[in-house]
């Protein structure tokens, strides 16, 4: 469900690119905005994820830094039969988190140091 969703979005996005190519400049405003609608769909699929992590300034964490999370994460992934994500840390005390990734294999969950006990941080 999740990926025809996804699909439909994009489609979606382009079409109203093309559309508005077209209105502006004809037919080479239509082909020059289907080229920037699949350069753009292409990078926020493949990239959405480092883009998130990176405007929310996390930073990766080891388990050596972190080590109950990486328990927690590790129990949670086991019992969903996925693969272990990759950590990150937010620098905000506030307590929140994030998941992001296209799929299981490319996935990064992203806490914020509020989450984090005091003898961990």
Known sequence: MRVLRTTFLLTALTLVLITLGGYVGGRNGMTTALVIALIGNAFAYFFSDKIALWSSGAKPVTREQLPRLYEVMERLAAKASLPVPKLYV?????PNAFATGRNPR?????????????HER
Do not use: E
């Open 90 to 94: 937010v620098p905000d005390a506030a």
């Open 106 to 118: 490319h996935a990064s969950v992203a806490g914020n140091g509020g989450l984090a006990p005091a």
